[in-house]
């Protein structure tokens, strides 16, 4: 067994934790959870930190416990949220459950024999055999109000004079009463989360020590922010899912492409699981050659064939490397079309029918016609273009201005036309 606390030292990964935890970690397995809030099908970065930081207890030889809250999921968190959350049906979170199960999955062993295999809980297994009475008279009675309100997260909703509900005030009960079951039936003696957490979490504590008369510990890492101060796993278009229908695999693998220098040194330790010197000897290789965009590069290949695969990756490469001309039609042809449109986001495009293409194949010369306006200013500007080498079609160059059309429709709709070096335009053959 390696040293967790260590492990999360390095990596920038430790903000709060309780005193004696370190040693309590260190007389052998022990067992942690950390709680996901099923409000959609699928997990997004930002909750990555938290799939890390099980992933290194696990691989610490601890046991995790990765928690959905099916039954919270239908209240929400109120910790720094400045409004309630819309409210989710059963059939809606069973369904978020399943989906992040299936992502965990790709973190976390849940299937081998080991005695530190993961686990995945539902706390509305336990929270749905509890009737509103049975709930606030042996658990309610062991709390207060005041240390209920005493919450930073509670604070600042009732100083920002947005008022919170009763449903969202008793969250932290909940989440307190679901680190007691865990301690209580499955010896889960620590809780870990983000920063954010750690009130909802020492309730929890709290709770095992009056209802229980036992120890429990708690943990947290810190919450990620961006080196300019914007929000970590946002972009123009919203949240960076895991799930590739939400965002692709090519679009996953630019985000962390596009991160910035400072934020890759910081992200290179918390997403990925390169040890120490590994990292800085990327990190010194990065300073030397800082337009390589070393730390970057490994960072969106360790992160993206986690999430996805190697052969997504791949795929992703070959994809962004089209835009800088090093590409074969071949590569081009494996691309989906929703990567393929991404890829080319912003490029101007030009619409011809499925009978004007058919007319191409055997007169190329009409290209130019077809496409005036938008990807030539005459007809003629074609045909020099073609003389001078200066066209190429999906990748491949034309260089006879008389022969036939030979290009194929890829997706089995569009064309690539690049004029020069830089300049890309798209066909859309309409059915």
């Not at 709680?35 to 995790?64: E, N, Y």
């Not at 968190?77 to 992502?103: G, W």
């Amino acid at each position: 067994m390696n040293s967790f606390i260590e492990e999360l030292r390095w990596r920038g990964m430790l903000q709060d934790m309780t005193p004696e935890i370190e040693e309590h970690l260190n007389k052998g397995m022990a067992s942690a959870y950390l709680g996901f809030d099923p409000t959609a099908d699928s997990l997004h970065i930002g909750h990555l930190v938290g799939v890390m930081t099980l992933l290194h207890f696990q691989r610490a030889g601890h046991k995790p416990f990765a928690l959905v809250g099916g039954a919270t999921g239908m209240i929400g968190d109120p910790s720094f949220k400045s409004a309630e959350r819309n409210l989710l049906d059963k059939e809606t979170l069973d369904h978020n459950v399943k989906s992040i199960q299936n992502q965990l999955a790709k973190f976390l062993d849940f299937s081998s024999g080991n005695e530190n295999k993961a686990e995945l809980v539902n706390n509305y297994d336990w929270m749905s055999k509890f009737s509103f009475l049975e709930f606030i008279r042996d658990v309610g009675k062991h709390i207060t109000v005041n240390y209920m309100m005493a919450k930073d997260s509670v604070k600042r909703r009732l100083e920002d004079g947005n008022g919170l509900s009763f449903t969202e005030f008793s969250y932290q009960l909940i989440q307190g009463y679901d680190f007691y079951h865990l301690w209580k039936n499955n010896n889960c003696t620590v809780q870990l989360g983000g920063s954010d957490q750690w009130g909802n979490i020492v309730t929890g504590t709290e709770l095992i020590r009056r209802m229980g008369g036992g120890s429990a510990y708690a943990l947290t890492v810190p919450l990620i922010t961006k080196a300019d101060g914007s929000k970590f796993g946002k972009t123009e278009s919203g949240s960076v899912w895991l799930d590739p229908e939400k965002t692709s695999p090519y679009a996953f693998y630019q985000f962390w492409m596009n991160v910035s220098d400072e934020d890759a040194s910081k992200y290179i330790r918390i997403f990925t699981v390169l040890d120490q010197k590994t990292i800085e000897d990327l990190e010194k290789a990065h300073q030397e050659a800082p337009h390589l965009r070393l730390l970057q590069q490994e960072i969106a290949k360790q992160v993206t064939t986690m999430v996805h695969s190697e052969e997504e990756y791949e795929l992703a490469v070959k994809a962004s490397q089209i835009l800088f001309g090093k590409s074969s039609t071949e590569d081009l042809s494996k691309l989906d079309e929703r990567t393929f449109l991404q890829v080319f986001e912003g490029v101007p495009q030009v619409q011809i029918s499925k009978a004007e293409f058919e007319q191409l194949e055997s007169n190329l010369d009409l290209f130019g016609e077809m496409t005036q306006g938008v990807i030539f200013g005459s007809k003629g500007e074609a045909r020099k273009l073609i003389q001078g080498g200066g066209l190429s079609i999906n990748k491949e160059k034309i260089t006879n201005p008389n022969g036939k059309f030979e290009s194929k429709l890829l997706q089995g709709k569009y064309l690539l036309v690049q004029k020069g070096k830089k300049n890309y335009f798209i066909v859309k053959v309409e059915a």
